[in-house]
């Protein structure tokens, strides 16, 4: 079983930043992909920036120039730093990985996860 925790979230004015992290622990082998997802009221999960499997990244359109996805493979971390954050980036944020997990020696299985989520308020 893995699990992601995330950190990072809270209030900011528009036009202010703020860096999430996103945190994966557990019998880990490999993550294949982790990126970062949010949810409005009201509105579907969308995502926002991911490492994908291939090894490439990839931004959505609304945050391409404004936030950027980075990775520190040692300690199993995935950040977003946003920048320039308006009101419409009211969300709740969320981590999702592709993670191998040893199973046995010699085994592994492919799963993908979340976290629970953070909160990311743009007011004021």
């Known amino acids: 079983q893995v699990r992601l925790v995330e950190s990072g979230g809270g209030l900011v004015q528009p036009g202010g930043s703020l860096r999430l992290s996103c945190a994966a622990s557990?019998?880990?082998?490999?993550?294949?992909?982790m990126g970062w997802y949010r949810q409005a009221p009201g509105k579907q999960r969308e995502l926002l920036a991911a490492f994908t499997s291939g090894g490439g990244t990839t931004y959505a359109d609304s945050v391409t120039g404004r936030f950027i996805i980075s990775r520190d493979n040692a300690k199993n971390m995935a950040s977003l730093q946003m920048n320039s954050l308006k009101p419409e980036d009211t969300a709740v944020y969320y981590c999702n990985a592709d993670v191998s997990t040893w199973t046995s020696s010699t085994a592994t299985i492919r799963k993908t996860y979340w976290g629970q989520g953070t909160q990311v308020t743009v007011s004021g």
């Open positions: 557990g019998n880990i082998f490999s993550i294949n992909a």
